[in-house]
């Protein structure tokens, strides 16, 4: 399998205060490391929120946070209540304009727990990590999603409707990414994701093949690629176009940091 871990999101918050209180309660460590303004919270073992201080971003769907029992799930959810969050089928609004669901993960207790981030912090009441999101699409683009993945990434790519594309990824398959067409999709505020392949320079020519390598001014201090050499210097390069690989036509923006797993970051 190529996408070995869905790892981080980053995604901009007005307050690193009221950022590290809403992670708090969702039983979320501060990282021993941080960068710049760029708040850093272990989600469980492996995964993490990387939450830089801005005008505030929006994920656009929801980012979805997995515990141990379904009582875990019920508890994480009272006290959101009784924080003053808003609560809504299992869903926690709060950190800025993104949505946590909260589910329970148990099928990927086992394997999110091999982990070896330093100050992790896991156990009842805690999180498991991030165990999947949602995207929302375009109308009229999951296919052609799913053929960007498949072809660009070597991922398994499932549709299981024609408007939704999942990405199975992560220790044996047990986190998903996945893309749903929606009517009228929020624009793209500048969020980013963050995952681990073991296939990196192969997408890295692929993805240089289609004009798609992309640099982010606020990293270039730390890793820019824009060669495969530096590619495989850095193990990572990162993309910010979805594109649809008949047309050439950008689908979505959705910025992808891409890492190997000899980056230093690897938390296995």
């Known amino acids: 399998m190529s996408l070995v871990l869905f ?6 918050v007005r ?12 039983g979320c460590v501060k990282a021993d ?6 708040l850093h919270m272990n989600c469980g073992a492996v995964t993490q929120f990387h939450l830089p201080v801005s005008e505030g971003q929006d994920w656009r769907g929801v980012v979805e946070v997995g515990y141990g029992t379904e009582q875990e799930c019920v508890s994480v959810l009272e006290r959101a209540k009784e924080m003053g969050y808003d609560v809504e089928d299992g869903v926690v609004k ?6 946590i669901k909260i589910v329970v993960g148990d099928d ?14 896991i156990g009842p009441g805690r999180p498991i990590g991030i165990v999947g999101c949602t995207i929302d699409a375009p109308p009229g683009s999951a296919q052609k999603i799913a053929r960007f993945y498949r072809n660009l990434f070597n991922f398994q790519v499932h549709t299981p409707t024609p408007t939704v594309c999942t990405i199975p990824c992560g220790p044996l398959n047990t986190q998903h990414i996945t ?11 500048g969020e980013h994701l963050c995952i681990y392949i073991s296939n990196l320079i192969p997408a890295y020519r692929n993805c240089a093949k289609q004009g798609i390598i992309w640099v982010n001014p606020r990293f270039i201090h730390i890793e820019a690629a ?5 590619a495989m210097a850095t193990h990572g390069f990162r993309i910010i ?7 050439k036509e950008v689908l979505m923006e959705l910025e992808h940091e891409v890492r190997g797993p000899g980056h230093k970051a690897f938390p296995y």
């Open 15 to 26: 307050s690193d205060h009221e950022a590290m209180v809403f992670c708090d309660m969702l």
């Open 179 to 189: 893309f749903t067409e929606t009517p009228c999709p929020r624009p793209y505020s």
């Open 241 to 247: 176009n979805i594109v649809d690989l008949e047309t």
């Open 94 to 99: 709060g950190l800025g304009g993104t949505d």
């Open 7 to 12: 790892e981080h999101v980053n995604i901009g």
């Open 108 to 121: 990927c207790e086992a394997v999110m727990d091999r982990g070896i981030r330093k100050g992790a912090v």
């Open 226 to 230: 824009r060669t495969e050499d530096e």
């Open 33 to 38: 490391k941080s960068i710049g303004n760029t």
